[in-house]
C-alpha cells in the first residue's frame, strides 16, 4: 500500500474513533473482521469485536472524547503506520 493510501485508512480510523455512537459498519471499511491485534489492550479480546468494545469503552469514559494526531510515521515497504496521538476528555468512569 502506498503512502498516501496508508495515511487515509489511520486518518480514517481516527475520525472513526472520534465519532459517536461507534459505527460497526463504518469499522468493517477500516479494519477487517479477521484483524489479529498483536498486543491487546488488558481486559480485552485480540480482534475486530475487542477494538469495538475499547473505542466504546473509551468514549464512555471520558466525556467528549477525542483523539487528535501529533506525529504520523509510515513505512510503505511494510504498509504499517505508527501514530503519536493526543487524547482529550474529561474522565467520568
Keep these: 500500500m502506498n503512502r ?3 495515511a487515509q485508512v489511520a486518518t480514517k480510523y481516527v475520525n472513526w474513533i472520534n465519532t459517536t455512537p461507534i459505527d460497526r459498519e463504518i469499522y468493517t471499511q477500516i479494519a477487517s473482521k479477521e484483524i489479529v491485534v498483536p498486543i ?9 469485536e475487542g477494538l469495538l ?3 466504546a ?6 466525556e467528549g472524547f477525542h483523539m487528535s494526531i501529533k506525529t504520523m510515521i509510515i513505512d510503505e515497504e511494510q504498509s504499517t503506520v505508527a501514530l503519536l496521538i493526543n487524547v482529550t476528555g474529561k474522565h467520568v468512569g
Design 40 to 48: 491487546p489492550y488488558p481486559g480485552s479480546t485480540p480482534n475486530f
Design 4 to 6: 498516501d493510501k496508508l
Design 53 to 55: 468494545a475499547i473505542a
Design 57 to 62: 469503552a473509551a468514549h464512555a469514559a471520558a
